[in-house]
């Protein structure tokens, strides 16, 4: 029996919202906030709000197919997210040749947290930008999964319901592709 204070895992909550749908409303709050971020660096402001709703209603309509055996649901919504993310792909490839072209990046100023900082100040270089245009989808997704989405390379896996060791060599050729795009300021290591 699980104590009244204890935090649900995710497949508890999912398990839950079978019988009682509102419940699912603990998993929004739990990663919107996040998911929302990925998003948003991924294909701009103006489109994240509508795919992160978008996501977060596919789960809610997929839920009785998730496996309950996995305890977090954050590759499962990235996973959603992504999928959702390549009907904008002109979007996010207009961003990066926007923040290309004018080292601005409009996502940095909206969220301060540490984490997102230290990847807002490097997002911001125009080469960074322009060498991220330039990759392709399936390198970019496993990259900024990673970087942005925070995900493990398992997590990652899942999300993009490919092999870890897919996940494992298409991240060391978005870095080798990176390397060769990138100002040699970024490229050596």
Do not use: C
Not at 136 to 148: E, F, N, S, T
């Amino acid at each position: 029996m699980q104590d009244a204070g204890a935090i649900p895992d995710d497949a508890s909550v999912i398990a839950r919202s079978r019988l009682e749908p509102e419940a699912f409303s603990v998993l929004f709050r739990r990663y919107a906030p996040p998911l929302k971020r990925y998003v948003t660096r991924r294909i701009g402001a103006d489109a994240a709000d509508d795919v992160v709703a978008e996501t977060f209603l596919l789960a809610f309509r997929q839920r009785d197919r998730y496996d309950l055996t996995r305890g977090d649901v954050r590759p499962w919504l990235y996973g959603i997210a992504t999928n959702l993310i390549a009907r904008h792909r002109r979007d996010e490839i207009r961003l990066y040749q926007a923040v290309a072209r004018t080292g601005a990046d409009p996502v940095a100023e909206q969220f301060t947290d540490r984490v997102d900082a230290a990847v807002s100040a490097s997002a911001t270089s125009r080469g960074l930008a322009a060498a991220l245009a330039a990759l392709p989808q399936r390198y970019r997704d496993v990259l900024l999964l990673m970087a942005w989405g925070d995900l493990s390379y398992e997590q990652i896996a899942l999300a993009l319901a490919v092999p870890v060791g897919t996940v494992r060599s298409r991240l060391h050729r978005a870095r080798t592709t990176l390397r060769r795009h990138l100002p040699e300021e970024y490229s050596s290591e």
